[in-house]
């Protein structure tokens, strides 16, 4: 399974243009291409379906079927303009009461992987555990909360489902990626 450009043992180019949803999806296309599938399963979750869309707009002889999982989808466009981070929160605030993609703003800061390699536990703790009104805001999403919740090492109650066992898989899972990065995958088999 390839991981994603900006991921793992991938490149990590510095030009935000390829990490595009069309960039990559030319880049998973020629993976796919190079490794002789003819055709494949493609599956997108959360972000990933623009990335997942992408691919089976712009090369749909490769494709086989598309499964997305909790869709934030736009119809692709043709002259693409930057996301902006900043807006999108503007605009959603007054009417969530939170930054529902504030994390971002941390995601992207050379801090970001350090950080969550230090404090994995609440790492997990906070996208896992944490999708509550807390006092100090959302703990995940909104601006700052993440990076804040990490540094203090903050503590949530966790869920009826987190059994130990669940707990441990999720760290496990996490702690596998380099750098603390997120899980992100892409389920394209190369050779079975």
């Not at 949803?21 to 599956?43: L, N, Q, R, S």
């Not at 930054?99 to 896992?128: K, N, Q």
Request: hydrophobic share 40%; proline share 8%.
């Amino acid at each position: 399974m390839p991981e994603m450009l900006g991921f793992g043992g991938s490149s990590h180019p510095k030009d935000a243009k390829k990490y595009s949803p069309v960039a990559i999806a030319d880049a998973i296309a020629e993976i796919v291409t190079t490794e002789g599938v003819e055709k494949c399963v493609v599956m997108g979750h959360d972000w990933g379906v623009f990335t997942a869309t992408r691919l089976v707009l712009k090369h749909p002889q490769l494709v086989e079927s598309l499964i997305q999982v909790s869709i934030p989808f736009w119809p692709p466009e043709d002259d693409p303009k930057p996301f902006d981070i900043q807006g999108y929160n503007e605009i959603f605030k007054p009417l969530m009461g939170f930054d529902p993609i504030g994390y971002m703003l941390f995601l992207v800061t050379e801090e970001a992987p350090g950080l969550i390699s230090e404090h994995m536990e609440t790492f997990v703790r906070c996208i896992w555990y944490s999708q509550t009104k807390l006092s100090g805001g959302y703990t995940f999403c909104d601006s700052g909360a993440l990076e804040a919740n990490l540094k203090t090492d903050r503590e949530f109650p966790a869920p009826y489902w987190a059994t130990e066992e669940v707990r441990f898989e999720l760290v496990a899972v996490h702690s596998l990626q380099p750098d603390g990065a997120l899980l992100v995958f892409l389920p394209i088999r190369s050779r079975m």
